[in-house]
Structures are given as C-alpha cells and as structure tokens.
C-alpha cells in the first residue's frame, strides 16, 4: 500500500465533507488497476469498517457509494454488518465491482444464501466474469433456494466454458 493511498483513504473515511470530496477526486484520478498492484491494507479497511459502511449509508458526497463498496470488497471483509452494501450492487447491473462483489460473498456463502432473486438477472449479464462468478458462488452453497436453482437452470446455456464446469459442479452436489 502506498503512504499517499493511505492517506487518501483516511480523507475518505474521515466523515469530513470536503475531506471526502478532495478524496474522491485523487481516487478518480488513479489509473484502472492502480489498487490491483497497490491494494488498500486489509487490516487498515477492517479497521475503518463501520466508517465505510457509514459512509455508504449516508452517501455524503456522490461518488463515495461506489468507492466505499470497492474498498470493503477488495479486502474481502464479509460480515453482516456489508451486507446491505451487497445487496445493492447486486442490484445494480451497471456495479463495476460486481465480479468482486461476487467473490466475496462465496467467502461467506451462508451469509448470502438469500440472495437468488438479485443473481437471476445477473445469469443475462453482458460480461462473463459476473455469470462464471455467480455460477461460482452458488457452487459453494451447501443448499440451494429455488432461486439460487433458477439462477443454476438460466445459466446451464451459458457459451463460456468456466461458467459450465461451475454449473457442472452445482449438479454433481
């Protein structure tokens, strides 16, 4: 983690308005991928999550939402208290973390077993990555809704070969 990304990150979960602002425009500033080769500090996230998850709440600053659930995702923080996080990227087909988002809820299967009815649409998703990644996690299920079932059946016509040896793995359960 870079010094000046922490500090960026400080600004962004400090609850000052204008501390916030001046952070999300450094954040918009960084290349794509920059957090892929300079991740955000899992312990420093852990530590500020319930700032993040506030900061989503109140949504003070636009642009803060998409932020918050990107650094709470990449950490790969799955507690309840980011579940409602979740549950509105997955609502959200236009989330540009949904295959994060995704993997992080099959570290906690449990946790999100409700979920069936938001990852339908998801098996229609444009990219790939979002319908391998829902076949994924509901391979990871111990038991399945009718939802999560659905979800299964609408990807079985899925063309992409990963997304098939996922399904492959829901049957074989």
């Known amino acids: 983690m870079l010094k000046r990304d922490k500090d960026v990150f400080m600004a962004l979960v400090s609850g000052d308005n ?11 500033a960084r290349e794509s991928g920059h957090f892929e080769d300079h991740p955000i500090s899992r312990k420093l996230v852990k530590e500020h999550l319930a700032q993040l998850v506030e900061l989503w709440h109140l949504n003070p600053v636009d642009g803060c939402r998409d932020w918050a659930l990107q650094f709470v ?5 799955s507690e309840p208290a980011v579940k ?7 609502a959200d087909p236009m ?12 570290t906690q299967p449990l946790l999100y ?6 990852l339908i649409p998801l098996t229609k998703h444009a990219d790939e990555q979002v319908r391998w990644r829902v076949a994924y996690f509901a391979a990871q299920l111990k038991s ?7 979800a299964i059946d609408a ?15 829901c049957d074989e359960a």
């Open 155 to 169: 990807l079985r016509s899925d063309p992409f070969d990963l997304t098939k040896i996922y399904v492959r793995q």
């Open 18 to 28: 204008d501390q916030v602002r001046a952070a999300l425009l450094e954040l918009s």
């Open 144 to 150: 399945r809704s009718a939802d999560i079932r659905a």
């Open 95 to 106: 989330c540009a973390f949904l295959p994060t988002v995704l993997y992080l809820m099959s």
């Open 113 to 118: 077993e409700d979920v069936g009815s938001l």
């Open 73 to 77: 995702a990449d950490s790969g923080l």
């Open 84 to 90: 409602p996080l979740i549950l509105a990227a997955l």
